[in-house]
Nanobody
């Protein structure tokens, strides 16, 4: 089995920064794309950023230039560095990893979510 554990969320003032982490553990053979999503109250889950196994990154327009996604393949971890945070960034942030394991076909796994609140 695979487990994803997220951390790093919290309360921050506008203009501040946070760094989210998502660590995958279990019978992992390889991890392809690593993606962050977020869901604000009363809204649908939306895409934030992706990093491929080759390190190519892509961002939603709303976070471009403020957020940076990175990965550590040795630690099976994806990070989201969030700078210049705005109140509209308030949401639960979820990681999604495309993982191949010893016990089944490659598929997407989700983290439990971590709350980010941007408020003065």
């Amino acid at each position: 089995q695979v487990q994803l554990v997220e951390s790093g969320g919290g309360l921050v003032q506008p203009g501040g920064s946070l760094r989210l982490s998502c660590v995958a553990s279990g019978s992992i053979i390889s991890i392809n794309g690593m993606t962050w999503y977020r869901q604000a109250p009363g809204k649908e889950r939306e895409y934030v950023a992706t990093i491929t196994s080759g390190g190519v990154t892509n961002y939603a327009d709303s976070v471009l230039g403020r957020f940076a996604i990175s990965r550590d393949n040795v630690k099976n971890t994806v990070y989201l560095q969030m700078n210049s945070l705005k109140p509209e960034d308030t949401a639960v942030y979820y990681c999604n990893l495309n993982i191949a394991t010893k016990y089944g076909p490659r598929r997407d796994y989700w983290g439990q979510g971590t709350q980010v609140t941007v408020s003065s």
